[in-house]
């Protein structure tokens, strides 16, 4: 056998050993890329409806008006509390705020839960943060980096978006949990100041329609466009890195509109988010009208990235609706409204057609938070009610004694303005819906304390009350353990 030439030997092996290195790294790249990367976009303070793909026609919104028509808009998303921290941390960790031992504003786990972003720390995922934080100190061992000072991510929180995708370990897939600040008050520096016209605006029949009032909503939805703009600006980037088509965004927020009976109520306005998913590798495009909780979006998350789901979880999986929109998913949604600025225990079961409401504290006006009631919409309220001028939708925040119950059929009352929990025609749908909460109140240990954490602002304007500041009562659940319980309910099974 002849011997083959040292130069052609030799480059018969290199040929050989580039055609093996280039395979391998071609299988480990199509390994890498197999895993999705998961985005999550969560504005502050806005409203299901306030998006255009909704129906809004006044608000500019295109960069998520595109994302929800090449992806699936959900019509039925309903948030476990319509307050900052609370909600945050209830869809981080997939527990109800109760549950959490972080049921008010300002409060944080003592319990090392699973989250999101640990479970997909632990398998591999790249995770990071930019925006606001106000989830506590437990969860920041979820992600490799955080961006949590405002002088860095800007008035907004958006600054730092496209420079952690930069930075990013880009051999790994991400996860990342971009916060907007917009579009809570007070209203800032802001390039999009101006964009809304007040003389285009529909105001809800809540509100007073004046100049004040008009001006108070454009500056609102002047930052829900800085908000879009710079998801749009995202996106670019993830279309530049060639990271797109497999990058599964969720679009959200915490909590309703800050403005008088939306922001901490239990009506839609409050409780319900607008929600997109954008995934072209992974959903159909499409609308569901399933209904969902903030609670399962941690467990859908993970089970989208083939990675196990925590115990301590409480919700479920909906990635089911991913590939067909037209399933159900869950019978009954819950959520709670304890402590924000004001003392509160109000406790909610919705379907898609219906919302129950049992109000543990009826003796108090139900006006909203300390930030609404600084706002010249609310100011506009008060002076035409000392004129005995407002209209029964008007004056509920200034209601007081409130119901102790309250049920609304959503179908024919999307406003949630008349109350039919006497109506005879709704006995057996009442019942139905107070025992189904009842049931999950006892099985997720939730309770009523005596002692809860009383006003620190006045209710008339949101001025501070001095000697009640950083004084807290119990927190619900804490006599239960409901840190401990992981009960879950609701599901279409």
């Known amino acids: 056998m002849k011997r083959l030439k040292p130069s052609f030997a030799f480059f018969v092996l290199t040929y050989f050993a580039f055609q093996v290195t280039a395979y391998t790294q071609e299988l480990g790249g199509a390994q890498k890329n197999e895993a999705p990367n998961i985005l999550v976009f969560i504005a502050d303070d ?39 921290s609370p909600s945050r941390i209830s869809i981080m960790t997939g527990r109800y705020p109760h549950n959490t031992g972080a049921a008010e504003l300002h409060t944080e786990p003592k319990v090392d839960f699973g989250s999101i972003a640990s479970s997909l720390k632990a398998n591999g995922y790249y995770t990071g943060q930019a925006g606001k934080w106000h989830m506590g100190n437990l969860l920041r061992k979820g992600f490799d980096k955080i961006y949590e000072k405002r002088q ?30 917009d579009a809570h008050r007070t209203w800032g520096e802001n390039n999009f ?33 800085r908000f879009d703009h710079h ?30 009976r939306d922001k901490t109520r239990m009506y839609d306005s409050g409780m319900k988010t607008p929600f997109i998913a954008h995934w072209p590798k992974g959903l159909v495009k499409g609308t569901s009208k399933g209904l969902i909780s903030s609670v399962d979006l941690a467990p859908t998350i993970l089970d989208a990235c083939n990675v196990a789901i925590p115990e301590s979880f409480q919700g479920k999986s909906f990635k089911k609706l991913f590939s067909d929109p037209s399933k159900n998913f869950r019978n009954y949604a819950f959520a709670e409204h304890n402590w924000h600025d004001h003392e509160a225990h109000e406790r909610m079961a919705r379907t898609k057609d219906f919302i129950y409401i049992l109000n543990s504290r009826p003796q108090f006006q139900n006006q909203g938070p300390a930030d609404a009631l600084n706002s ?14 407002l209209t029964r939708a008007q004056y509920d925040v200034f209601l007081a004694p409130r119901p102790s119950e309250e049920l609304y059929f959503v ?46 602002y006045t209710r008339d304007g949101g001025k501070k009350i001095e000697q009640n500041l950083n004084v807290r009562g119990e927190m619900p659940g804490n006599r239960t353990g409901a840190e401990h ?6 599901f279409d099974d």
């Open 152 to 181: 860095v991510n800007g008035d907004g929180g958006e600054d730092m978006w496209i420079p952690s995708i930069e930075e990013r370990d880009k051999n790994k897939p991400f996860f990342f949990w971009f916060a907007a600040y």
């Open 231 to 260: 998801i749009g600006k995202v996106v670019e980037s993830l279309k530049a890195q060639g990271v797109y088509e497999n990058t599964l965004i969720i679009i959200m927020a915490d909590n309703g509109r800050p403005f008088p």
């Open 411 to 456: 179908k024919k009352d999307s406003l949630q303005l008349d109350n039919v929990i006497n109506y005879k025609e709704y006995n057996a749908v009442q019942n139905k819906l107070k025992n189904e909460l009842q049931k999950w109140m006892e099985e997720t240990g939730d309770g009523i304390p005596e002692h809860l954490t009383k006003d620190w």
């Open 193 to 225: 100041s101006n964009t809304h016209k007040i003389g285009q605006i529909d105001v809800p029949p809540t509100l007073i329609d004046n100049d004040s009032t008009r001006t108070d909503l454009a500056q609102y939805y002047d930052e829900i466009k």
């Open 46 to 84: 806005v409203s299901w409806n306030d998006f255009g793909c909704y129906g809004n026609t006044f608000v500019d919104t295109p960069n998520i008006d595109a994302l929800a028509a090449n992806g699936m808009r959900f019509d039925n998303a309903i948030l476990t509390a319509s307050s900052c």
């Open 485 to 490: 319980l992981n009960a879950r309910s609701g």
């Open 376 to 389: 010249s919409s609310f100011r506009s309220l008060q002076r035409q009610n000392k004129n005995n001028g």
